[in-house]
């Protein structure tokens, strides 16, 4: 009896968590939030790809343009790569490693209040996966070292 109890408990703990991230997906959870907190600067047809951003940065901000955040695919392409951490590192509440306890300057756009942009700074970490929520690049820049491989198999970005 009292082995059995053990049984289930151990269980219920070690699944849990691991439900809890599965149910974090792009099309129920993130695509909606960046639908209502992002797009109006992030989505086609105004806003450009990745890659088109890159070639003319200085005009795109000048039209308060960001690049596209609006398919799953534009979005992988600044969480995991080319340019990858940029979303970590602009939606960073400026508390973990290398934030420097400054928030990135997209956080503000997560919520009008405080608690409305950490629930949904926490979907998105969620989705991002445990202990994938890095502000590292793929190569080292000043004091902050390259993404580690260790840290790039912790992206789950479930579709
Ligand atoms: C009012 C317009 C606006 C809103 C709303 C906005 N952004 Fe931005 N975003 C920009 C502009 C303009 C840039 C380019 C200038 C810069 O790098 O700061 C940018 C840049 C970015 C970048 C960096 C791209 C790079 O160069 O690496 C990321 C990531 C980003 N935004 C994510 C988001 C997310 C996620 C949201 C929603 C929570 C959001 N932004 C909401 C205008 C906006």
Redesign the pocket.
């Known amino acids: 009896m009292k082995r059995k109890l053990l049984a289930v408990t151990l269980c219920a703990t070690m699944i849990a968590p691991a439900i809890a991230q599965e149910e974090i997906t792009y099309r129920q959870h993130i695509e909606p939030m960046?639908k209502k907190?992002?797009n109006?600067?992030?989505a086609a047809p105004d806003a450009p790809t990745?890659a088109d951003?890159k070639l003319d940065?200085e005009k795109?901000?000048k039209a308060?343009?960001?690049?596209r955040?609006d398919t799953y695919e534009h979005l992988v392409i600044?969480v995991a790569y080319p340019?990858t951490g940029?979303?970590m590192r602009?939606?960073d509440d400026g508390t973990s490693q290398y934030a420097n306890g400054k928030p990135g300057?997209?956080y503000k756009?997560?919520g009008k209040t405080d608690e409305e942009r950490q629930a949904n700074l926490a979907i998105m970490k969620a989705w991002v996966g445990e202990g994938g929520w890095n502000l590292n690049r793929m190569k080292a820049r000043g004091d902050v070292p390259a993404l580690t491989k260790e840290q790039f198999d912790k992206l789950e970005l479930k579709y």
Not at 64 to 67: D, H, L, Q
């Open positions: 960046l907190y992002c109006e600067c992030h990745m951003f940065e795109w901000k308060k343009v960001g690049p955040l600044l340019s940029a979303i602009r939606l300057n997209m756009y997560l």
